[in-house]
C-alpha cells in the first residue's frame, strides 16, 4: 500500500510569491489533515477535511492560505502571498475512520517550505 | 488550555540504556495518545498508541504509560540502540475535533 505523499520536498521563494503545495493521501482515506512545523517548535494542526469538506479550519494563520480537495482526494495548500514567517516543514495526514473518533493518522513525509 | 508539555527536549543516553519522555496535558477530554518517531530527513510515524481505557501498553523495548487523574503520560524505551536516535513526538487526541495536538517534540540521541 502507498503511503501518503506529498510534492514539492522542498520548495524556496521569495516573499510576495506564491506556492501550492500538493498532497495525495492515502487510497480511501476520507481524512485528510494539514500540519506545518515551524523551526524547533511543535508540530501544528492547520485543517482537516472529510472526503471534499472542511470538518476545522481553526487552525489556518490567516487568509494567505488556502486548502482545497477538489473530488474528496488530493488536496493542495496554496500560500498566496508568501511571507518570511510561513517558512517551515508542512505536513499532511490521512486516516480512515469515519467521524469523530480516534484513529491512525498517517503522515507524508513533509514540503519544506523556506521563504527568503 | 490546548498545548502539550513535552521534557525534556533533548536526551542524550549511551546504548543499552533507557530512555524516559513525559508529557503533560490539561484538557480531560482527551482520550487517545499517539507517539510519533520522526528520523532525520524522514516522515514521523506513529511507534505506539494509548487510549484513555489503558494505564499501559508495551510493545517489545517501547511501552507507554498513561495516568488520567495526573494528566501525563510517558514513552519508555529500554536497552536503547543507535537506530532510536530521532526526535519524538507525544500528542493527544480527543474533544470536539479530529485533530492531534503535538509537544515540540525530544530529540533523542543514542551514543554507541
Known amino acids: 500500500e502507498a503511503g501518503v505523499t506529498q510534492f514539492p520536498s522542498h520548495s524556496v521563494i521569495e516573499k510576495g510569491q506564491t506556492v501550492t503545495l500538493r498532497c495525495d493521501p492515502i487510497s480511501g482515506h476520507d481524512n485528510l489533515y494539514w500540519y506545518r512545523r515551524v523551526m524547533g517548535k511543535e508540530i501544528k494542526f492547520l485543517l482537516h477535511?472529510?472526503?471534499?469538506?472542511?470538518?476545522?479550519e481553526s487552525g489556518m494563520p490567516n487568509n494567505r492560505f488556502l486548502a482545497e480537495r477538489t473530488g474528496g482526494t488530493y488536496s493542495t495548500l496554496k500560500v498566496q502571498p508568501a511571507e518570511l514567517e510561513d517558512s517551515g516543514v508542512y505536513f499532511c495526514a490521512s486516516s480512515q475512520a469515519p467521524g469523530l473518533r480516534a484513529d491512525t493518522q498517517y503522515f507524508g513525509p513533509g514540503t519544506r517550505l523556506t521563504v527568503l | 488550555g490546548e498545548n502539550v508539555e513535552q521534557h525534556p527536549s533533548t536526551l542524550s543516553v549511551q546504548e543499552g540504556d533507557s530512555a524516559v519522555i513525559k508529557c503533560t496535558y490539561s484538557d480531560s477530554a482527551s482520550n487517545y495518545f499517539p507517539w510519533y518517531k520522526q528520523e532525520l530527513g524522514k516522515r514521523p510515524q506513529l511507534i505506539i498508541d494509548i487510549r484513555s481505557n489503558v494505564g499501559e501498553k508495551k510493545d517489545q523495548r517501547i511501552a507507554v504509560t498513561l495516568n488520567k487523574t495526573a494528566k501525563h503520560f510517558s514513552l519508555h524505551i529500554t536497552e536503547t540502540q543507535p537506530e532510536d536516535s530521532a526526535v519524538y513526538f507525544c500528542a493527544r487526541y480527543g474533544g470536539a475535533t479530529n485533530k492531534l495536538i503535538f509537544g515540540t517534540g525530544t530529540l533523542l540521541a543514542v551514543q554507541p
Open positions: 477535511f472529510v472526503k471534499e469538506s472542511k470538518q476545522d
